[in-house]
């Protein structure tokens, strides 16, 4: 069983419309993030939360929501879609080492088309 | 990845040697990654450096880092069919607590 999980993996949904991505972790990970990825910019980030009691906005937060329900699960909401926010989306979770290093496991992304 | 800039698109033989380069911005960023994404998949971590060291070698990855000219590059020798992907480039900047990543080189390889 795959360590990051995230649905749905496709969504297609249309402008103004309440969207939630989920995201589970059996990593015992602390550590979780929310990325978008578009063509030609990488990855962007837009919320991270260190622990349960967490919750930090990252570059691009506007139009997003997080909840962190628990150590495993990280969910993304978008209030009201708008077709700017067509991307793909990314969980990852990942857990510092005493050295510093901050590895990051990505689960395999939801495809999210806003008509 | 705003200032952590990587070119677009790199094609070379199967057989040849693969550099993708890699600029960074901050000094002060203690670890640098590499990670690779498969068409359809999400992010795996290929390596990483320490910023104290000059050159990583994993098999066939030699990562080089130039801390003077904030420059990375990962080198993959013998490169196959197989490490078609793109390949990102990633730093923890100062005051942030998580990942920058560069815009990701999309690396093609021709039989």
């Known amino acids: 069983d795959a360590d990051v999980t995230q649905t749905p993996r496709n969504r297609i949904t249309k402008t103004g419309k309440r969207i939630m991505l989920e995201c589970s972790q059996t990593k015992g990970h602390d550590r979780m993030y929310w990325y978008r990825q578009d063509p030609g910019l990488g990855l962007r980030l837009i919320y991270y939360?260190?622990?349960?009691?967490?919750?930090n906005k990252g570059e691009i937060s506007d139009g997003y929501s997080v909840s962190r329900q628990a150590q495993a699960k990280f969910s993304l909401s978008l209030e009201s879609a708008i077709p700017n926010q067509t991307a793909l989306y990314f969980c990852?979770?990942?857990?510092?080492?005493?050295?510093?290093?901050?590895?990051?496991?990505f689960g395999p992304g939801t495809r999210l088309t806003v008509l | 990845g705003e200032d952590v800039e990587q070119s677009l698109f790199l094609s070379v033989r199967e057989g040849d040697s693969s550099v993708i380069n890699c600029t960074y911005t901050d000094s002060s960023s203690t670890y640098l990654y590499w990670y690779k994404q498969e068409p359809g998949a999400g992010l795996q971590l290929l390596t990483y450096?320490?910023?104290?060291?000059d050159m990583k070698q994993d098999q066939r990855l030699t990562v080089l880092l130039n801390k003077k000219d904030k420059h990375l590059s990962l080198r993959i020798a013998d490169t196959q069919t197989g490490d078609s992907a793109i390949y990102f480039c990633?730093?923890?900047?100062?005051?942030?607590?998580?990942?920058?990543f560069g815009s990701g080189t999309r690396l093609q390889v021709q039989p």
């Open positions: 990633a730093e923890v900047r100062r005051g942030r607590r998580a990942l920058t």
């Open positions: 939360s260190f622990d349960v009691k967490d919750i």
């Open positions: 990852a979770t990942s857990e510092i080492r005493t050295s510093g290093r901050d590895t990051q496991y």
């Open positions: 450096i320490f910023s104290n060291m």
